[in-house]
């Protein structure tokens, strides 16, 4: 029995946690800036366009999806995650040069491409490097690492904003970028019979633009996370209007809640299926937005927080790994892509469409919370209807 089990491959091995790491540095870095963006874009006198701020992000990201999941499958894992940590340092340094709101939108439609290339090539390395039957558990601990990055991230970014700087909060966003770039250095690639970069890998066909087996999955994503574009644009507005100095308290506090029930809610779905916990998730996610909009006070507001951040924790690894079973391995990166198209098409929805109900008037805020609501139940029932 030890001599089976001595054959038997490392589900987590150094390299697995060295994507962890660089996971966590990454996300940090382009998350400590989100909740002091409204203030930094209102400074130059554009108020109005709040919900742009992740709107043209996420429309980067989503754009450079097919381009980086064609990359990921076929210069490899590792190059594609390269470029995304490298666009997110540069990009950090160029924001304390900013002095005008198109040139603010610029850094911002770049910037996006970080998040457009990065986790396409973390979560095809990750399903490469581990057993099916214990993906579910893989992607929630990996993801556990990004979350931890999303939790720490705005919370010390507006203590470094508050204790010395705007620019000493985006010099050290690429920083973290830079640390990023350095543990993917030392990785070894995944993918098998690799080709050499050439500019014809640039070339998308109609064919490779999504695939057609994680549709459903990115349909699915796109409804549930229309609620985290309404978190990150209007949350810093609410967090003011309950009179809490640290805009990232809310951000914190549901990221560390999606880590408690992550690796979890991973293993739940290894054993009873993806489907069943999904729906759990969406029903998780629509009652933090009620109880988050109808809060008068720290405490339900934190309350709200934790409802959606176990949603978060349930619905990450588990759509990610539905995507890896549903696509062969030869185009995990075009399927991981495709699921990453819903996830910014549903995240942009919410910016644009969250900041035009709320429209600067407090008394909008709920009505914001409540249409994410009902998003995040109308992926229940699609998801019922796709169980039944």
Known sequence: MRDIAAKQPKTYTLQFWLLCASSFLFF????????????????????????????????????????????????????????????????????P?????????????????????????????????VPDHRRGEAMGLSGMFGTLGMASGPALGSQIKIWFSLDVMFYTSSALAILSILILIGMKETLQNKQKFHLGLLKISSSEIYHPDAIIPAV??????????????IVPDFTDYLGIENKGVYYATFTVSSLVVRILAGKASDKYGRIVV???????????????????????????????????????????????????????????????????????????????????????????????????????????????
Request: charged content about 10%; overall charge positive.
């Open 97 to 129: 040069l900013v002095a005008t709101v198109s040139g603010f939108f610029i850094l911002r439609f770049f910037h996006g491409f970080s998040t457009g290339f990065k986790p396409t090539g973390t979560v095809a390395y990750v399903a490469d490097i």
């Open 220 to 233: 699915v994503l796109a409804l549930m996370v229309f609620s985290f574009g309404l978190v990150l644009t």
């Open 28 to 95: 940090a870095s382009f998350n400590m800036i989100i909740p002091e963006l409204p203030d930094y874009l209102t400074s130059l006198g554009g108020a109005d366009y709040k919900g742009w701020i992740i709107a043209i992000f996420t429309l980067t990201a989503m754009l450079s999806r097919p381009f980086s999941g064609k990359l990921a499958d076929s210069v490899g894992r590792i190059p594609v995650m390269m470029v995304g940590a490298i666009v997110c340092c540069i990009m950090g340094l160029f924001y």
């Open 278 to 388: 999904l729906q759990v998730a969406c029903v998780l996610y629509a009652a933090g937005m009620i109880v988050t909009g109808l809060s008068t006070n720290i405490w339900w507001f934190l309350s709200g927080a934790i409802l959606f951040g176990l949603g978060t924790g349930m619905n990450s690894p588990t759509i990610y790994a539905w995507v890896a079973g549903r696509c062969d391995f030869k185009t995990r990166g075009k399927g991981m892509a495709t699921a990453f198209i819903g996830l910014e098409l549903g995240i942009m929805q919410g910016s644009i469409f969250s900041a035009e109900i709320y429209n600067n008037n407090p008394d909008n805020f709920f009505l914001a919370f409540l249409v994410a609501a009902l998003l995040a139940l109308s992926a229940l029932l699609f998801l019922r209807k796709k169980n039944g």
